[in-house]
């Protein structure tokens, strides 16, 4: 996997992923794709308003990531402004009704056990990133929590999916399709954000209870001190849990807000999303995990008391597992496997180290 390591300021830190890909396969990945939304229609006028709304609430919010963001588009030769708009394809699909999820994914904490607290996530995602996943190692004078190691795609934000960071703090998403969407923080820019300003989970809720957000997709994550929390990121407030032992699949579960969740017509990795969270559900409490027992656990195939937690590519679009990161947030370290989990890839990149 593509390891990419970077120092400085924000801009500078996006600019660092030149070279480490083709051009055209980041533009494939990622603007092309802007560029058949627009043909397709779905970036009509009132989606090209909320971008620009979108655009002034991170500008006022969150000028760092869009900063990277600068920093990746001249990497590539890219368009800023189509990278933005790909960061959100997702939620104008939602809000136009046609609810496709980009990244599918399980993700689980527990608070402690033989190896302390753990973070572990299954990326699902379109297999032509299988080519662009990278980890990142960042630190600059933005960053107030030591090194940050994340899993994403280049093209993207660092933390596009999961990371951790030198005061072990760990963070993985889902995404959750959703009927209800506003004007407010991304997760996409949000994650990186918690990463760099929070070192703990009392830290991060806090930052994330302070400002509205777009709606769709949850949080779970561990601090080194063992406190978790699952979040999932509704529009209107974000509902939150905290301690023991948190797991999310692509589906809103807090009763109030569980109506927001859409259910794309044929859409496998919603329509297992269920059978995934019921499974955690089963395996999860009641024992102490480690690294190892999470990576047979996130190689489970669909069987008499399986669920599709390794999801192997069986649709038109390619979806399927792509990854599996596992962070120890005593360490500040992850694990990581390229590929489905099931085939024992797995790789372990340095610990974070304090700035």
Same mark, same amino acid.
């Given at each position: 996997?593509?390891?990419?390591?970077?120092?400085?300021?924000?801009?500078?830190r996006g600019q660092a992923q030149a070279g480490a890909a083709p051009a055209e396969t980041l533009r494939a990945a990622t603007v092309a794709r802007v560029e058949t939304a627009r043909a397709e229609?779905?970036?009509?006028?009132d989606a090209e308003a909320y971008l620009a709304a979108q655009r002034a609430f991170h500008d006022a919010h969150?000028?760092?990531?869009? +900063?990277? @963001? =600068?920093? *990746?588009?001249?990497?590539?030769?890219?368009?800023?402004?189509?990278?933005?708009?790909?960061?959100h394809l997702g939620t104008l699909r939602d809000m136009k009704g046609g609810a496709q999820l980009i990244e599918g994914c399980s993700a689980w904490a527990v608070p402690g056990g033989p190896e302390g607290p753990l973070v572990v996530k299954n990326r699902d995602y379109s297999g032509r990133h299988l080519g662009i996943q990278c980890v990142f190692r960042h630190a600059g004078p933005d960053i107030a929590t030591g090194q940050i190691l994340s899993l994403g795609s280049l093209g993207s934000l660092a933390a596009w999916s999961s990371g951790i960071n030198a005061a072990g703090l760990a963070i993985a998403d889902t995404q959750v399709a959703v009927n209800r969407h506003r004007v407010g923080w991304l997760r996409y820019f949000l994650m990186p954000r918690l990463l760099a300003r929070a070192p703990t989970v009392? +830290?991060? @809720? =806090?930052? *994330?209870?302070?400002?509205?957000?777009?709606?769709?997709?949850?949080l779970v994550m561990a601090d080194r001190q063992g406190a978790t929390a699952a979040v999932e990121l509704s529009a209107g407030g974000p509902a939150i849990r905290e301690g023991g032992v948190q797991w999310r699949t692509n589906h809103f579960?807090?009763?109030?807000?569980?109506?927001?969740?859409?259910?794309?017509?044929?859409?496998?990795?919603?329509?297992?999303?269920?059978?995934?969270?019921?499974?955690?559900?089963?395996r999860l409490p009641g024992r102490d995990w480690t690294a190892a027992a999470a990576r047979a656990l996130m190689a489970t195939h669909p069987g008499p008391d399986g669920a599709p937690i390794c999801q192997h590519a069986d649709r038109p679009d390619g979806a399927?597992?792509?990854?599996?990161?596992?962070?120890?947030?005593?360490?500040?370290?992850?694990?990581?496997?390229?590929?489905?989990?099931?085939?024992?890839?797995?790789?372990?990149?340095?610990?974070?180290?304090?700035?």
């Open positions: 996997m593509i390891e990419i390591s970077a120092t400085g300021p924000a801009a500078a229609g779905l970036i009509d006028a969150d000028p760092e990531s869009l +900063a990277e @963001l =600068a920093g *990746i588009a001249r990497a590539f030769g890219l368009s800023e402004t189509d990278l933005f708009a790909h960061l009392a +830290a991060a @809720l =806090a930052m *994330i209870r302070s400002l509205p957000h777009a709606g769709g997709g949850t579960t807090t009763p109030a807000i569980a109506g927001e969740t859409l259910g794309p017509e044929g859409d496998r990795i919603a329509g297992n999303s269920h059978a995934r969270h019921a499974f955690l559900s089963r399927e597992t792509i990854s599996c990161a596992i962070y120890s947030c005593r360490l500040g370290a992850m694990e990581v496997a390229e590929g489905t989990p099931c085939l024992d890839r797995w790789q372990a990149p340095e610990p974070c180290r304090a700035s």
